[in-house]
């Protein structure tokens, strides 16, 4: 199966694309490659951003509400997502790492959905939040296009989401904490690998 207009795929997986009780984790990947958009898509994470749409779609239509394995992405469970994420973070945080892993990059956006209690909305409404950048505010370089994330994000739920993002790695700059000092800090980071 391959991402495109209209999406092209062999004969053999037809049906199980037009069913939507058949249809599993590639073809919501797929159809999320469609919608991803350059200004919040940086370059290790293409393979990531398209899945906040698989894993929407698992859990909307599908009806796979399990975040243990990613809405349906692997046949794993939560603690095996769990001994994942303690390696990650007993290593020591690292944006390479996190790069080379698409499974553990979706972690660090999936966790504030999940057990920040934020649900899809926060992407949906993150996402949407950058139809009122100006032309001049949309982000350009990888730098800038993972600072707006995070600035974004904070402005959406009205959190400071800072402090999340570095915990896991992410490559974040001393303007953007300072651009979101209005914001309360949100979560629990005392115990941050669980």
Same mark, same amino acid.
């Given at each position: 199966?391959?991402?495109?207009?209209?999406?092209?795929?062999?004969?053999?997986?037809?049906?199980?694309?037009?069913?939507?009780?058949?249809?599993?984790?590639?073809?919501?990947?797929?159809?999320?490659?469609?919608?991803?958009?350059?200004?919040?898509?940086?370059?290790?994470?293409?393979?990531?951003?398209?899945?906040?749409?698989?894993?929407?779609?698992?859990?909307?239509?599908?009806?796979? @509400?399990?975040?243990? /394995? +990613? *809405?349906?992405?692997?046949?794993?469970?939560?603690?095996?997502? !769990?001994?994942?994420?303690?390696?990650?973070?007993?290593?020591?945080?690292?944006?390479?790492?996190?790069?080379?892993?698409?499974?553990?990059?979706?972690?660090?956006?999936?966790?504030?959905?999940?057990?920040?209690?934020?649900?899809?909305?926060?992407?949906?409404?993150?996402?949407?939040?950058?139809?009122?950048?100006?032309?001049?505010?949309?982000?350009?370089?990888?730098?800038?296009?993972?600072?707006?994330?995070?600035?974004?994000?904070?402005? @959406?739920?009205?959190? /400071? +989401? *800072?402090?999340?993002?570095?915990?896991?790695?992410?490559?974040? !700059?001393?303007?953007?904490?300072?651009?979101?000092?209005?914001?309360?800090?949100?979560?629990?980071?005392?115990?941050?690998?669980?």
């Amino acid at each position: 199966m391959h991402s495109g207009y209209p999406i092209m795929t062999f004969m053999d997986v037809v049906n199980s694309t037009l069913d939507t009780n058949g249809a599993h984790w590639g073809h919501y990947y797929e159809l999320g490659h469609n919608h991803q958009d350059s200004a919040w898509t940086w370059e290790c994470v293409v393979e990531v951003t398209c899945n906040f749409f698989s894993a929407r779609g698992m859990a909307a239509v599908r009806g796979f @509400t399990d975040p243990a /394995n +990613f *809405y349906g992405w692997y046949d794993g469970n939560m603690e095996q997502r !769990l001994q994942d994420r303690e390696k990650y973070f007993a290593d020591g945080p690292d944006h390479k790492v996190l790069c080379d892993s698409p499974s553990l990059y979706l972690d660090s956006f999936l966790q504030l959905i999940e057990d920040g209690g934020y649900g899809f909305e926060l992407l949906r409404d993150t996402i949407a939040s950058y139809k009122n950048l100006s032309e001049e505010e949309m982000p350009q370089t990888d730098e800038e296009k993972i600072q707006t994330w995070v600035k974004q994000q904070s402005k @959406t739920a009205g959190c /400071n +989401f *800072y402090e999340h993002h570095q915990q896991w790695g992410w490559p974040l !700059l001393e303007a953007t904490k300072a651009a979101l000092a209005e914001y309360p800090v949100c979560g629990n980071y005392d115990d941050y690998n669980n």
